[in-house]
């Protein structure tokens, strides 16, 4: 079956070091030429992936937070899913009694507890991103979270992760996005439930969707696709999923597989 719909995550495979490669924006142009629908789907907030998507001349809309939430170019929700603020203050009180470093997002609005001097601002290079202090007023910002995100550079992260399903595993869904990092959601949402907002809207069926991703938050979406294909600095559960492998994203591997499975065919 023809692919109509190719879907992609953003960091490690369109994205090398945050960066949008030309060969990149080329293969997406050179698919949509060919009348293939193209949009992303990250664990990024809608702020953060729309200036990507802006650059690539993506028109659909974008799944972000990773399927939580589904926006067009223009900022009309399509789809919402927000995390219930009990579970937002037991995952805040986990966090901070040790001291992990927690943001989140409602809205497109950035959240951290408060300002420190090593206080980690990904975010803080992109266009159109608040950062705002919560303070001691976690209860009011615990309303209408999005996504959670635990960041941290250290061999704890590992632990971190242990932790964070030996106390959420079922309540919350907490894959790790990147060696760094876990992106937190509520249960039952994954970028699969995004994409399937996305395909419906255009009456595509998941036998005509081509998913390529490099993370743990992209095994559902590449399930759920026709033809799943990993990245080749992919995790290995990503690979055991995938219909096939391309090369790793700093050798083009996102443009290489766009070339051979959509371009060929």
């Known amino acids: 079956m023809a692919i109509k719909l190719l879907v992609a995550d953003l960091d490690g495979t369109v994205l090398n070091n945050k960066i949008m490669e030309d060969n990149s924006v080329a293969a997406i142009k050179r698919a949509k030429k060919k009348g293939v629908l193209v949009t992303f789907a990250t664990g990024r907030m809608h702020a953060s992936a729309v200036k ?7 028109e659909l809309p974008i799944i972000t937070c990773n399927g939580a939430m589904v926006k067009t170019m223009a900022g009309d929700v399509l789809f919402e899913k927000c995390i219930e603020p009990a579970l937002v203050r037991e995952v805040m009180d986990l966090c901070f009694a040790h001291d992990w470093h927690l943001q989140w997002y409602i809205d497109d609005k950035l959240f951290v507890k408060e300002m420190k001097k090593d206080t980690w601002l990904g975010y803080e290079s992109v266009d159109g991103i608040e950062v705002c202090e919560a303070k001691d007023e976690l ?38 996005t990147a060696s760094y990092c876990i992106d937190i959601v509520s249960m039952g949402i994954h970028k699969a439930i995004g994409i399937k907002k996305v395909a419906d809207k255009y009456d595509i069926a998941s036998e005509e969707i081509m998913a390529i991703g490099d993370s743990d938050n992209d095994i559902d979406m590449l399930k759920y696709a026709g033809f799943g294909v990993a990245m080749g600095n992919a995790f290995e559960s990503l690979k055991r999923v995938a219909d096939e492998i391309t090369l790793p994203c700093d050798e083009d591997g996102f443009a290489v597989a766009v070339e051979k499975y959509i371009l060929d065919k």
Do not use: C, N
């Not at 990507?52 to 993506?58: L, P």
């Not at 550079?153 to 632990?159: H, K, M, Y």
């Open 52 to 58: 990507f998507a802006r650059e690539a001349g993506i």
């Open 139 to 176: 209860d009011k910002y615990s309303h209408g979270v999005i996504q959670m995100v635990i960041l941290d550079r250290s061999t704890e992260i590992d632990v971190i992760e242990e932790t964070m399903q030996k106390r959420f595993g079922g309540r919350l869904f907490a894959p790790r």
